[in-house]
């Protein structure tokens, strides 16, 4: 997994969103977030600075801060989520998805919700334990441009 910047943070690749809202999310970062189909996933905001989502299983969100937000809020438990439905709690925008295909498909509108539309390039880098990012912008995603040897997932 390449490093774009010395001490900065390691990028799987670029994943492309479908015309059908479905995004690969590569091997290596299935591996390394122990996500397994067909597991229930959440997306949660991306930071201010790269936009997108992260991408995190009901698990690890349980053993970390947003777990106390899990059992405080029904409509953000994991049965009473629909899934692709965007949920907002405290001003920011969370929807539950299936891993299917080896990826998520999330419905446009939704997408739409995080900054991202159908055929964008979303660059796939290493989170916090917590979340695989999906970032849009920033200056991650400006490096990463000049990088031609990054994969690219997807259609």
């Known amino acids: 997994m390449p490093q774009l910047v010395k001490g900065g943070k390691h990028v799987f690749g670029w994943s492309r969103v479908g015309d059908d809202g479905h995004i690969i999310v590569p091997p290596e970062a299935l591996v390394e977030y122990r996500l397994t189909e067909p597991e229930k996933l959440v997306l949660m905001p991306g930071s201010r600075t790269s936009g997108g989502f992260g991408v995190a299983s009901m698990e690890s969100l349980r053993s970390s801060a947003l777990g ?10 994991p049965l009473r989520m629909p899934e692709g439905e965007p949920i907002e709690y405290k001003g920011k925008t969370y929807c539950r998805v299936g891993l299917r295909g080896g990826g998520v498909t999330v419905p446009l509108g939704t997408l739409s919700r995080y900054g991202v539309n159908t055929g964008d390039r979303l660059l796939v880098v290493r989170g916090s334990g917590l979340a695989v990012g999906f970032a849009v912008r920033g200056p991650i995603v400006e490096e990463a441009k000049r990088h031609s040897e990054l994969k690219v997932f997807g259609p």
């Open 68 to 77: 106390a937000a899990l059992k405080l809020h029904p409509s953000l438990r």
